[in-house]
Nanobody
Framework: QVQLVESGGGSVQTGGSPRLSCAASGGIVVITGMGWYRQAPGKERELVAEIGSGGDTNYADSVKGRFTISRDNAKNTVWLQMDSVKPEDTAVYYC?????????????????WGQGTQVTVST
């Protein structure tokens, strides 16, 4: 069973630089995509940033130039460095990975989600 353990976040002031991390474990054969999503109260979950196994990245326009996503393939870990945060960055942040696991004679690829970590940016 794949498990994602998130850490980081909390309450920060405008302009702060929180760092989120997410470690995946549990019978993983390979991880392809890794990413971070967020959901603010009353809004839908949205993509913040994603990174492929080769290091290619994609960011939401609202965070470009402020957030940086990175990963360590050997540790199955992804980070989100958040710089110059704003009150509108307040949300629950979720880690997402697309992982392949072995189940008997089959290899199954699926998306897995972390439990979410709250980031609150105050003025």
């Amino acid at each position: 069973q794949v498990q994602l353990v998130e850490s980081g976040g909390g309450s920060v002031q405008t302009g702060g630089s929180p760092r989120l991390s997410c470690a995946a474990s549990g019978g993983i054969v390979v991880i392809t995509g890794m990413g971070w999503y967020r959901q603010a109260p009353g809004k839908e979950r949205e993509l913040v940033a994603e990174i492929g196994s080769g290091g290619d990245t994609n960011y939401a326009d609202s965070v470009k130039g402020r957030f940086t996503i990175s990963r360590d393939n050997a540790k199955n870990t992804v980070w989100l460095q958040m710089d110059s945060v704003k009150p509108e960055d307040t949300a629950v942040y979720y880690c997402n990975v697309r992982a392949t696991v072995r189940r008997g004679l089959r290899y199954i690829t699926d998306d897995y989600w972390g439990q979410g970590t709250q980031v609150t940016v105050s003025t």
